[in-house]
């Protein structure tokens, strides 16, 4: 399951296309959680009652080394008495152990929110970043999962309950040998709104929304689209004195397809006006997911023109290739970089970039260029030959493009917020929103 899976909400209950789902099962949901590098080592793990021996990882390790790339080993891993459900996030696996049959997406967005907040907790989530606190990190986990059910999963509810690690608190707690568990149970937790602590105060009232979209595209060598389409979010940092009640609106908000809420939105407001009415969680939170499909709405912001050919009996090859922007609206496509895995056959490539920096790779065949802006008055072009090994056919592979890019205040689905209101205040607040297109994945077959 990649990083596109729905997001469903979790702790107050499943959330699944806006239904609530609650799981009231007396069978333990996740069983066990192994955290394992990318050497393959296990360099944390954490059990709820009873011990799972390390060895269940092996049938991991086992589709992990079947799998072509990192992120193709299977979400969901049946073994003879448990089944394995794994995320891959900063190049750790989160494997979850899981004794009975239970909704897997479940699992797997319970996953992604302990990764989000090892994030928010310890500003990276990386093998140094989870050692480092590792106090916190058994700590957050005693708080998140209860017996196996998923309890406390907001970040501003678990930092009442576990205060986030300062140097000043680590001297502290190593000192007084006392540790980041707060004395009183979260007023969150005790409220009509279990994700908004009460009694919030700020200075500056200020509500942000990044409207991020990611595109996956196939393209085949006649320029046809074999495959387009859109992963949204739309994700909110709200700092905000009070209980305000928002509403957000849409100018199109038909586009959205199989949409994802977090427990705050009211569904059956968007079911019948389409208008997204909630009272947010204090801080950072993701609003919802989204997906656009339907391909006649999938603009394609980028466009290749190559020629990449290999002749019968030549030692050499020629690579042309120019990039161009094309349906941005006058935005500017930007931190663009070009891959391309070479047949095997050729040795090196003599090119030239007309900007940007390009690195061939001899031993893996991976030829990088690094564009960065695309110039619409003069577009970027990488031309050149390949030398092929003396007495090596014609290549028979078909190799392909891989595109990455960024545009800046634009949704390539064309979603624009109508507005945003507040209720429930009486205080003016600054709201910004902004909006960003980046490629998911983009690849062109030749």
């Given amino acids: 399951m990649s990083k596109h899976s729905h997001h469903y909400a979790l702790g107050e209950g499943l959330l699944e296309k806006g239904r609530n789902y609650h799981f009231a099962s007396p069978v333990k949901m996740i069983h066990s959680l192994f955290l394992i590098n990318a050497s393959g080592d296990i360099f944390l ?111 501003n509810i678990l930092k009442e309950l576990i205060k986030p690690p300062t140097i000043l608190r680590t001297m502290v707690n190593t000192i007084t040998g006392s ?67 928002l509403t957000l609106s849409f100018m199109n908000p038909r586009l959205l397809d199989d949409v994802s809420f977090h427990p705050c939105v009211r569904f059956k407001r968007w ?17 919802l997911s989204y997906h656009v499909s339907s391909q006649n709405l999938v603009a394609i912001p980028v466009y290749v023109k190559h020629n990449i050919t290999f002749r019968e009996g030549s030692s050499q090859g020629r690579f042309d290739l120019t990039l161009g922007p094309k349906q941005t ?3 500017a496509v930007e931190s663009v970089l070009v891959s391309s895995q070479l047949p095997r056959g050729v040795l090196n490539a003599n090119l030239n970039p007309s900007q940007g920096t390009y690195t061939f790779d001899p031993v893996t065949k991976l030829l990088s260029w690094d564009v960065g802006k695309i110039n619409p008055q003069k577009l970027p072009s990488l031309k050149g030959t390949m030398n092929l090994q003396a007495g090596a056919s014609k290549p028979d592979e078909n190799p392909t ?4 890019f960024k545009i800046q205040q634009m949704a390539i689905s064309g979603l624009k917020v109508n507005r945003l209101d507040m209720y429930g205040e009486k205080y003016k607040p600054f709201k910004g929103i902004k909006y960003m297109t980046k490629a998911g994945k983009f690849q062109l077959l030749y």
């Avoid at 994700?195 to 409207?211: L, Q």
């Avoid at 595209?217 to 909110?236: F, N, Y």
């Avoid at 079911?271 to 609003?287: C, H, K, T, V, Y």
Wanted: glycine share 4%.
């Fill in 45 to 155: 793990e954490k059990h709820w009652k009873s011990v799972v021996s390390r060895s269940v990882c092996d049938y991991f390790f086992e589709a992990q080394e079947r799998a072509t790339e990192p992120e193709n080993v299977p979400p969901v891993i049946p073994t003879p008495h448990h089944y394995l459900i794994s995320v891959l996030r900063h190049r750790i696996y989160f494997v979850a152990v899981i004794q009975s049959e239970v909704p897997p997406l479940f699992v797997i967005e319970f996953l992604h929110r302990v990764v989000d907040t090892f994030q928010d907790y310890f500003g990276v989530c990386t093998e140094a970043a989870i050692k480092d606190n590792v106090v916190v990190v058994y700590e957050l986990l005693e708080e998140m999962l209860d017996n196996g059910f998923p309890l406390a999963t907001e970040s």
């Fill in 179 to 245: 540790t980041n568990v707060g004395e009183q149970l979260p007023t969150g937790q005790l409220s009509v709104v279990p994700w908004r602590r009460t009694g919030v105060k700020y200075t500056n009232n200020e509500a942000y929304f990044d409207v991020v979209e990611e595109i996956d595209v196939i393209i085949d060598k006649s320029g046809s689209t074999i495959t387009a389409e859109i992963q949204g979010v739309i994700d909110a940092c709200v700092k905000l004195t009070g209980m305000p009640d």
């Fill in 271 to 287: 079911e019948a006006e389409r208008i997204l009415s909630f009272i947010p969680p204090d801080g950072n939170f993701r609003l």
């Fill in 329 to 331: 609206m006058g935005k």
């Fill in 401 to 404: 493009i891989n595109i990455q």
